[in-house]
Structure formats: C-alpha cells, structure tokens
C-alpha cells in the first residue's frame, strides 16, 4: 500500500504525489507531505447555538423565545413553551423535536434558548 495520506479538504484516499506536493484528483487541493493533517468531520465542526449564545447538544431541553406560527396549520407555539430532548440536524432548521400538543416539529435554533 502508499503510505500517502488521504485529503485533509475532502477526505479522499485517491490522491497521489507529484513533484514534492500531494494532489487531490478529487477537490484539486494540493499540499505538501509535512503539512497534512487530520480532517475536520462534519459532527466537530457543527456548533449550533441557541439566541443567547449557549452550545446546543442533542438531548437537552429548550424554551421557545418567540411565537411561532406552524406552517400549514392555525396552531402557534407560545413564547415559554419547553421542549424536551432535542436533536440537532444539518439543513435549513438546526433542531428536531417534539412539541406537546403539536407534534414533531423542525425548530431553528436562534428562536430557543437553553433550559
């Protein structure tokens, strides 16, 4: 096997040396051997926040900060609404959660704050 490490940009194990430098046929991201490092995954680079600026992580517990109108239906989640055991999700809504008396419901998370 080449001991040439995979991409730190994109992850890909298909690069090749060429010149002194590594090359990605992948991304074309080019560097040189000494300076590979590990990639960033998708989990560790997601940080997501709550209106107050406080680290949201999955299973914790939040309170609406702001009406909310439910699309597609007459109901509104009320300010000081809690919601229990969220789970963080990449996309246009940042959590996934259950409210009680609606159901499940994307939230983002600038209109929460941590319980």
Not at 8 to 30: F, I, M
Request: hydrophobic share 40%; proline share 5%.
């Amino acid at each position: 096997m080449s001991d040439i490490p995979p991409c730190p940009q994109c992850g890909s194990t298909y690069a090749y040396a060429d010149r002194g430098l590594v090359v990605c046929p992948e991304c074309a991201h080019e560097w040189t051997p000494a300076d590979a490092v590990e990639p960033v995954s998708a989990e560790a680079a997601r940080v997501v926040k709550d209106a107050v600026g406080n680290v949201l992580a999955d299973g914790d517990s939040v309170v609406v900060v702001k009406d909310l109108k439910v699309k597609g239906s007459s109901s509104v989640v009320k300010v000081g609404t809690k919601v229990r055991n969220i789970r963080l999700v990449d996309g246009d809504h940042d959590i996934d959660c259950r409210v009680d008396g609606i159901g499940a419901m994307g939230l983002k998370s600038e209109f929460v704050r941590k319980a």
